[in-house]
């Protein structure tokens, strides 16, 4: 791991211990097995929101935040949204342009097909919302 990775890793650990985290009582079962972590609003963390239409495919929000030369483009797992990546924006985005989408049937993104999740139609709607979000140089 690189010198900027570590840094992002251990500011976004720092970042994260002072963040409300709903944890129920000891007499309580939690809902889910994860801990659920409350953001207060996405302005905090990125400089923007926007929706990419991706003709033939949808609508994708994506988070946008920083404005430098070099991209780094966040992709979530199964579950999450852009937002997973806020706390690594907020500390990058001095350095890097930092974009997170919504990917297909997740957050604010709406697509035309929510069933078709082929690396040939993953691959094709992250480049065209890397291009959608003037990603590239």
Known sequence: MDSVHEEAMQTSIQECSRLSVDVPASN??????????????WEEYWDSKQLVDVPGRGSFNAYTAGSGNAVVFCLHGGGYTGLTWSLVARQLKDRYRVVAPDLRCHGETTSSN???????????VCCLCCKGCHCES
């Open 114 to 124: 929510d069933l078709d999740f082929s690396f040939e139609v993953c691959t094709t």
């Open 28 to 41: 309580q079962q939690p809902s889910t097995s994860r801990r659920a972590v409350q953001l207060h609003s």
